[in-house]
């Protein structure tokens, strides 16, 4: 019994752990794209003030600040789109 | 009429062939863009605005030259990338869509640090002698990475499979963010991913040819993103000479690449690390006697 337990535990966790590192990297990929926007419609004295690039009065908008945002919030999306896709068998061309 | 001499058009042109050469050999543009106008006594600095907006020319010539040159396989690595997508998985054997995810994960870090950092390093090391100091340095790398290289794999695979074969996903972020020191004058982008990619176990050949792909996104898509410099009030004055430029840096770099992929089919980076060498060298002593 107990060694059921534990191959149980040992195949579980990989999946458990895989699990989350998608919903993170999802969440992480939304909150990444919904910054770029931030990034782009406010000023920099307007962003909030743990943001990289605020400047209290400044009114430059953090163009690039945006987009490196949306190139790591992609990168995030499209692991998960890779990761929640088909399982393939090892053997399979 | 003071806008109508910032960059005359023999200057503009000796600037533009210059840049053609230098962007796809790995001696750095951006550093020869910095010496050269400083040993000429020309009175450029590189973070006048119009001289960025001018480079933004230059550099827009060349990606469109790379991409160009490379256009039946970013043909094939696009529509790999395109099946992949679709089948929500990189198939092993497809090389295309391995080799366009790798070029992927390997121009996000060069992205990111390049427009985060780009600003503050072009202002910190702006001088002609920070650039010569770098450029020995760069040469010293390409030395380096010839002397700990790992010997590539005889195959008679083609060119993209051995590229997808012997590149791991880590392997190609490392490299790719490697270009990021191309962001400092006297560093080269070609140099630090072709020398990471003999690191990593290619051939001089094969470590060309990923760099440019790698390269091709990242020159472009910087170009394009200052495209509205050049285009705005800080291009002014430079429009006319920046496009005599473009012609000359695009013209210099196909024939540079053209060059370059078959040099290294035999040869290594060593001459161009000489040459970096000597000009990093020669430069800091003309500039300190001067």
């Given at each position: 019994?107990?060694?059921?337990t534990?191959l149980?535990?040992t ?12 919903v993170a ?8 794209i919904?910054l770029a926007i931030?990034y782009w419609?406010e000023?920099?004295g ?5 943001f990289?690039?605020y400047?209290?009065h ?5 163009v ?7 190139l790591?919030g ?11 896709g088909p ?7 | 009429m003071i ?12 600037l ?7 962007e796809?050999?790995?001696i750095s543009s951006?550093?020869h863009?910095v ?32 991409f ?6 970013w043909?094939?690595i696009?529509k790999?990338i395109g099946?992949?997508l ?9 090389s295309?869509?391995t080799?366009g995810?790798?070029?992927?994960i390997g ?23 920070s ?14 990475a ?7 794999p005889?195959?008679?695979a ?6 997808a074969?012997q590149?791991?996903?880590a392997?190609?972020?490392?490299v ?5 020191l191309?962001l400092?004058?006297g ?7 072709m020398?990471?990619s ?11 040819r990923?760099?440019?792909l790698?390269a ?6 910087a ?7 050049l ?5 002014n004055g430079v429009?006319?000479?920046a496009l ?20 290294f089919?035999t040869?290594?980076?060593v001459p161009?690390a ?14 300190a006697?001067?």
């Open positions: 019994m107990a060694g059921r534990d149980g535990a195949m579980l966790e990989p999946m458990r752990s895989d699990r989350l590192l998608v990297a999802g969440l992480a990929g939304i909150v990444l919904v931030v419609v000023p920099a307007s962003l909030p003030s743990f990289p690039g400047q209290a400044s009114t430059h908008v953090h690039k600040h945006g987009l490196a945002a949306l790591v992609l990168a995030c999306l499209v692991f998960v789109w890779f990761r929640t399982k393939r068998s090892p053997s399979a061309g | 806008v109508a001499s910032l960059i005359s058009y023999p200057r503009a042109i000796v533009g062939l210059v840049q053609g050469v230098a796809p050999f790995p951006l550093g863009a010496i050269l106008p400083r040993v000429l006594g020309w009175n450029i600095h590189q973070n006048d605005p119009y001289f960025v907006a001018f480079l933004v020319a230059t550099h827009l010539a060349t990606a469109l030259v790379l160009a040159f490379f256009r039946r396989d043909v094939r696009i790999g099946r992949s679709r089948d929500r998985g990189i198939d092993p054997n497809d295309d869509a080799l995810w790798l070029l992927v121009t996000i870090p060069a992205g990111i640090l390049g427009l985060l950092l780009e600003d503050k390093l072009r202002s910190v090391f702006a001088s002609a002698s650039a010569a100091a770098f450029l020995i340095a760069n040469g010293l790398l390409l030395l380096g010839e002397q700990l290289r790992r010997r590539a005889q195959t008679e083609d060119d993209d499979v051995r590229i074969r590149v791991g996903w392997q190609a972020f490392i790719g963010a490697a270009q990021a191309a400092i004058p560093f080269s982008r070609a140099g630090a991913t020398g990471g003999l690191l990593v176990g290619l051939s001089n050949r094969d470590a060309a990923f760099a440019f790698l091709t996104p990242i020159i472009g898509a170009a394009l993103l200052k495209l509205p410099d285009l705005g009030s800080e291009g429009r006319g000479p005599a430029a473009s012609f000359c840096a695009a013209a210099t770099s196909y024939l540079a690449v053209r060059f370059l992929m078959r040099f089919e040869r290594t980076l161009f000489l040459y970096c060498l000597g000009a990093g060298v020669g430069t800091s002593i003309y500039l006697v001067s």
